[in-house]
């Protein structure tokens, strides 16, 4: 079903074909290596592909949903570290190209399509009972003070579109730089001191480091109101939650598609035959899902019991993830207890596509399927 899928698509076909050639024979260097990591990055910006979502842009290329979620499936099934990075990129223009800002949408949106300028994200903080970040206005702009926990991209991005609380508690979301900023100490506290911006050292994370998360702490940091892509009201982002709960089932469902691409692989050099009914079933499972996924971007309802569905597909999606990538290492035998071995990369993924974008009430979901699922 997925390749039937991919190859209707002229668009998914041509990613695809490139994925093969320029990816898949190096996606254990873009695991560790930050410059094979920048440079295929690169790769996907020379194609046009960088801001599928953001249609006000003058170039590049744009695509519907679920064509964007077959895009999504693909990265994952070839380098998890690239479609971690590229998404983040993805959703900054998918912000600015949605914003009120027109200088910006003028400036930035058709060179992050082709990724001559980079740009992250940092708003996940605001899904915490209190948001560690907060912005006050001042002049011609705001000031921002606290910290953003997780922003994935120091040396790749050159900005980032952070999210700050207000005190009405609607939220800011303005363009920083990803560098850091010291104040002088000969400056004084008015409307033109910039205030100071600390980067942490890259986290040391299991899954995916190559990318590089750290910690940005602002003290007074301006934001003038060139760089404020919108504001947002309070519930913006529980909002967004719901309307994009299927939007990393993608990831899960191209981790689990790389399992079972390395399960075939093991089956065909070992000569276990005996093994392809298994494995046949678990890609029947994944493409069942996959297409269940498909069908629902195109309803537009997001009553409960709508988006309660999502969230139940989003958690086979993970389900899926953890038990390819299980069958992967079982398939392969001890090798793939190697660091640097597909099926321990792919394994390591399915960790990081099980929390990415979650909220309570999808661990809630992935919880009850993990609970449910027969002994």
């Not at 900054?92 to 058709?110: M, P, Q």
């Not at 398939?331 to 640097?340: C, D, K, Q």
Request: charged share 15%; proline share 5%; glycine share 8%.
């Amino acid at each position: 079903m997925i390749e039937s899928f991919i190859s209707q698509s002229e668009f998914l076909q041509t990613v695809h074909d490139w994925l093969l050639e320029q990816v898949a024979p190096q996606s254990m260097q873009l695991d560790t290596e930050p410059d094979a990591l920048l440079n295929a990055f690169k790769g996907l910006g020379e194609q046009g592909w960088l801001a599928l979502r953001a249609p006000h842009k003058k170039s590049g290329t744009t695509v519907d949903s679920a064509t964007y979620f077959g895009f999504q499936f693909l990265l994952a099934r070839y380098s998890g570290a690239l479609a971690f990075l590229q998404t983040q990129h993805q959703s900054a223009a998918g912000f600015i190209a949605g914003g009120t800002n027109s200088h910006l949408k003028a400036t930035y949106l058709s060179a992050m399509a082709t990724g001559q300028h980079r740009v992250g994200i940092g708003y996940s903080h605001l899904r915490r009972p209190v948001s560690p970040l907060h912005a006050v206005p001042d002049s011609d702009g705001y000031r921002v003070t606290g910290d953003i926990p997780w922003v994935t991209g120091e040396g790749f991005f050159e900005e980032c579109v952070i999210a700050a609380t207000l005190p009405s508690g609607d939220v800011i979301l303005g363009v920083i730089p990803l560098v850091e900023h010291f104040s002088s100490e000969s400056e004084t506290r008015d409307s033109l001191q910039q205030g100071s911006l600390v980067i942490s050292d890259p986290m040391p994370l299991m899954v995916m480091d190559v990318t590089h998360t750290v910690r940005v702490a602002l003290n007074h940091w301006f934001i003038p109101a060139r760089h404020v892509v919108d504001i947002k009201s309070a519930n913006w982002l529980p909002m967004r939650d719901r309307q994009n709960v299927l939007k990393a089932a993608s990831f899960a469902l191209g981790c689990a598609q790389a399992g079972l691409d390395l399960i075939t692989d093991a089956i065909d050099r070992k000569g276990w035959r005996s093994l392809t009914p298994y494995r046949n079933q678990l890609q029947q499972a994944v493409d069942t899902c996959f297409t269940s996924c498909i069908q629902r971007l195109g309803q537009s309802s997001l009553a409960e019991p709508e988006v309660e569905y999502r969230r139940q597909l989003r958690a086979q999606a993970v389900d899926l993830a953890g038990r390819c990538a299980q069958g992967a290492i079982a398939t392969v035998g001890g090798a793939s207890n190697l660091l640097h071995h597909p099926a321990q990369r792919v394994y390591r993924e399915a960790l990081m596509f099980t929390v990415t974008g979650q909220t309570p009430d999808v661990a809630q979901a992935i919880l009850a399927q993990l609970a449910n699922r027969e002994p």
